[in-house]
C-alpha cells in the first residue's frame, strides 16, 4: 500500500505541476504564450505519461473522483479509497506549494492571482453561473470515467488505455475550461485553492460535489452498459 500511496502522490503532484503549472507559467505570455489549447494538452500529457510511469503501481487514478468511479464499477477495493484521497490530495497541494514559490521569484510578482483556480460566476473564466459550472463538472468527469473503464476493460488494445485517457482529459479540458477553469479532480482544484487569490476557497465545494456526483454517474452508466442479462 505505502508504493501505491507514493505513486498516487507523484502521479497528482506531476498533473497539478504539468496542469496548472503550464496555465500559470506559459499560457498567457505574449506573443509565445500556449493558451487553453496548449494548458488542454498539458493536462493530458501529465495523465498519460504518469500512467504509463505509475499506473501499474496504483492503478494510475491521480483524481479522487476516479477513485471513486472506479470503486463503484467495481475495479477498487472500497477499504482504500480514503487513503487514496488523501495521498492524491497531499500530492496535489505539494505541487502547488512548488509552483507557489517559482511564481513567487518572478520579476514583478505581486501575487498568485487566480493561480489555475477553478470557478463560477465571476471567478469563472468566461463568467458561467453555478449551475452551468455544476451541470459541465457533472458531465465532464462523468464522460471521464466512461472512458478510463472502457479503456481499461478486457478486451482493448493493450498498452493504449493512457493514451485513450490523457486524450479524453485533453479534449474535456478544450470543452470545459472557458467555463469552469476545469477541475474534473477535486485534488487538483484543492491544491492551487490554497494558495489562490479570489473566492477559490469558498467556492471549492462545487468542485468537490460535481465531480465526484459525475464520477458516480459515469460508473453506474458504464455498469449498465455492460451488464448482461
Known sequence: MTKKLMAE???????????CGSAVLAAGVADVGIGWLGVSFAFGLTVLTMAYAVGHISGGHFNPAVSLGLMIGGRFPARDLLPYWVAQTVGAFAAALVLYIIVSGGAGYEGPGGFASNGYGAASPQGYSVMAVLLTEVVMTAFFLVIILGATSAGTPAGTAPVAIGLGLTLIHLISIPVS????????????????????????????????AGAAIGALIWKLMTTRD
Open 9 to 19: 502522490f507523484f502521479g497528482t503532484f506531476w498533473l497539478v505541476l504539468g496542469g
Open 181 to 212: 477553469n476545469t477541475s474534473v479532480n477535486p485534488a487538483r482544484s484543492t491544491g492551487v485553492a490554497l494558495f489562490a487569490e479570489g473566492p477559490a476557497m469558498e467556492q471549492l465545494w462545487l468542485f468537490w460535489l460535481a465531480p465526484l
